[in-house]
């Protein structure tokens, strides 16, 4: 089966699940305005992300936590496009990873954390980050 | 007086009913309300729905009267809430809330005004101020309806058609919404991209080829052999550098885009493009392809 075939059916089924997210969350994602993209934090840590051991056996999720967690300044930077920056306490794509942290269930939270973590290794520029994040997600 | 204190009365009823829409009453115009988004844009319709109850005809009656200035529903005014600027039958209409009503005629056209006053009682009239939009509309025949009913019986890509039944007419509306994305690209920003972009799969050589259709003013790009799903996308352009693809249907229009599942990064060295990912949105790479002379 071509890879590309792969995708197509694969993502046909995650989109579904994309779908099933978006039902319960975001409406708002699709109608709300975009949001400026917050300011970083001075002094913000990673410290309230949450850890192995409150996510329990899951590798690829706390890959992704833990990616979050090594580069708090740049993730509390960027705007979360799921729809979720109306909730209580919320104030960048880093208040997705802590406490109940809408991010163990959604894939847009996460996908937006993965760009970011692997252009941020790649020497890209918050603001280039930014855009990248919203060109997929926005 | 009786009459005013009537008219009070029901207006009180009318509150209270849309106040309270699950409190147990029946009503004989119940509280519905239908919503359509199309690409990012929601569209919503809340009104009371008069039921037939054995009356027919209902236009040119005392239900409704020829050149009556009517809102299609009951009580208190149907409203047509729109979230982005959209387009109805080809007019623009601001984003808002708006109360509905039809000019209601036995022959020829109706006419649709939509009033940005949208909490008005059905004996408030519109007054003819500037703000009320209004536009000619279609009035069709049908077969019998008994509940008034708003509907989206067609949604396309860009727009759709919002449509009104009652008794045996039929008004189609379509609106258009704002896009979301621009899938045309100048030539001139196409060119640094087209080309042969090779990689392997499963060990197998494989290709996906970047063109640009003149006619539609459209980066596209396929497979090479052709992938009878996909088969030739639009490449849209989300970011310097990075595209999602559109998919086409019979017609030749874009039934949907697959953003975030797919993302086309195309990479450069020394300002040149040489080289072409896909992502998916799980930003784990699919492929990696080079770009050949």
Redesign the interface.
Known sequence: M????Q??RR?FV??CA?VLGAALVP?RR??ASPIPHPTPRPGITGAKVLTREQLGDDPKLVAVFDGVRAIPQVIDGIRCNCGCASTPGYYSLLSCFEGDAMARTC??C??QA??AV?LHKEGKSLDDIR??V????? | MRARVALAALGALGTLALARPSSAQIRASEIGSVSQ?VD???ITVEYSRPRSRGRDPLFGTRAVEWGEVWTPGANYATTLET?KNVKLNGVPVPKGKYSVWFVVRQRGAWTLALDPKAHRYHEDKPDTNAAVVRLPVRVDSAAFTDVLTWSFPEIRADGGTLEFRWERRRVPLRFEVEPSLTVTLAADDARPYLGRYEYR??GRP?AFLVTYDDTARTMKAE?VPN?P??KRVAMIR???D?F?PGLYDRDGKIYEV??????FEFKREGGRVTALD?R????SL??HATRRP
């Open positions: 071509p890879h590309h075939a995708l197509s993502h995650r989109s994309v409406t699709a109608l894939p847009i996460q996908g993965k760009v692997r855009v990248a919203d060109a997929q997600f926005g | 988004i990012g844009t929601k979230s799969e499963d494989a497979w992938d799903y996909f989300v970011a310097p990075r999602v697959y953003r975030p599942e797919m993302l896909l998916d949105d799980a930003d699919q492929w």
